[in-house]
Structures are given as structure tokens and as C-alpha cells.
């Protein structure tokens, strides 16, 4: 996730990430490549306008019947466990969850969150989303901080479980 300096990952639902900087988005694509999957909600769907070529796409949504065909695009309503069980299926051991706030908050209230890279940018937005959509509780251990370009940070930390 992309931040500002008041922690807001955009101004709304519909708020296009152009704002990070051409670093985050040179990490974000190398990080999501790797992990060879994307997890969205329906919003962020919307926002990006197209799956993310070179992944396979997974679009949480309340209507998985309104579907898209596209090529490594897959609209679900199941359970955040059941997705990651059928992941591991298929051999995937790394997932990005790229957002948003209420398909954040889902994972997170799931204890389904293992590592957060929050790249902290130099903007203040004043009102708008938060990472999570309700109120969650992690305990975070800093792993790297990373400067990526002016001004713009990125921090890579892992959740600590409560058997750490």
C-alpha cells in the first residue's frame, strides 16, 4: 500500500494511485510479479480498470456472477481462507493483497496478513481512506526501510502472531 503522510491510501474508493511515484510503481510491479498473484476487492477492480497483465487476478465482490472475461481474471465470493487454500492448491506460496480498505480489513480480521510493505509518500490528503476500513490490531516488526526515491520511503514489516 501507498500512504500519505497522514495515512491515507486516496482521497476515495475511486481515487486512481497515480501519486506514489514512478519508484513504488516500478516495486509494486516487481513484488506482485513475483508473488504471481493479486487479491483486490471490487473497487480497486474498478479504479485500475483491467487486470494486471502477467498475474493472475483474483477480485473479491458480492456479485461473482457479474463477470468479466479476461484472461487470469477471476471474480469470487469465497471466503478469504478458502482463496488462499485454492491458491496453495496451485502451487502459489506468495499472494499480494493489494486492497482496498475493505478487503484489508477481511484479511486482517483473519489473522491472514503476514507481511505489510507500506510505502510512506510526501502528501497529505486530510480526509479520505485508511488502510483498513474498521478498526483491526496488529503487532508489526520492522524488517527493512528503504528509500526509493525523493522523499518516499518504503517500510517492509511482518506481523507478529500472537505464538512470536
Known sequence: MALTADGKIGKDAAHYPDWSGSADKKRFKEMSLNAGVVI???????????????????VLTRQ???????????FTNQEPFE????????????????GGAQINALFAKKGLIDE?????????????????????????????????????????YRVRKKSD
Not at 463477470?67 to 481474471?73: H, Q, S, T, V, Y
Not at 482463496?83 to 493489494?98: K, N, T
Open 40 to 58: 483486490m476487492g471490487s473497487a480497486t477492480y474498478k479504479t485500475i480498470g483491467k487486470p494486471l497483465p502477467n498475474r493472475k487476478n483474483i
Open 64 to 74: 461473482p456472477n457479474k463477470i468479466e472475461r479476461r484472461e487470469n481474471l477471476i
Open 83 to 98: 482463496i488462499l487454500e485454492g491458491l496453495a492448491a496451485e502451487g502459489f506460496h506468495q499472494v499480494a493483497l493489494i
Open 116 to 156: 505489510m510493505i507500506l510505502t510512506y509518500c510526501p502528501l497529505v490528503f486530510g480526509s479520505g481512506l485508511s488502510v483498513f476500513s474498521e478498526a483491526v490490531s496488529l503487532d508489526l516488526e520492522l524488517l527493512s526501510l528503504k528509500h526509493l526515491e525523493d522523499h518516499v520511503f518504503c517500510a517492509h
